[in-house]
């Protein structure tokens, strides 16, 4: 069963950045569509970007121009790379495949926007 492990958050302020790393095992990750979700405290899970097996990128409106998802299947890891980061982004950041291939949750990573 493939199996997510996120890292990277952390404390930073307004405006800054920080790159977070999910790395997977147990699945063919190559084929896999893959996404970044968080949840902030008293909401639900939202997805925020997408990056397809052939590469194809998406975004919710909130993070367009801010964010950027990429991959490296070689290492089996996909990125978040956060710029200009508000706190209205704080939350705890998931990974995980989309659709039928999506696998249990992991611990996720906590990002905090503050100053």
């Known amino acids: 069963q493939v199996q997510f492990v996120e890292s990277g958050g952390g404390l930073v302020q307004p405006g800054g950045s920080l790159r977070l790393s999910c790395a997977a095992s147990?699945?063919?990750?190559?084929?896999?569509?893959m996404g970044w979700y968080r949840q902030a405290p008293g909401k639900q899970r939202e997805l925020v970007a997408t990056i397809t097996s052939g590469g194809n990128l998406n975004y919710a409106d909130s993070v367009k121009g801010r964010f950027t998802i990429s991959r490296d299947n070689a290492k089996n890891t996909v990125y978040l790379q956060m710029n200009s980061l508000k706190p209205e982004d704080t939350a705890v950041y998931y990974c995980n495949a989309l659709g039928y291939l999506s696998g249990p949750w992991g611990q996720g990573t906590q990002v905090t926007v503050s100053s």
């Open positions: 147990g699945g063919i990750f190559s084929i896999y569509s």
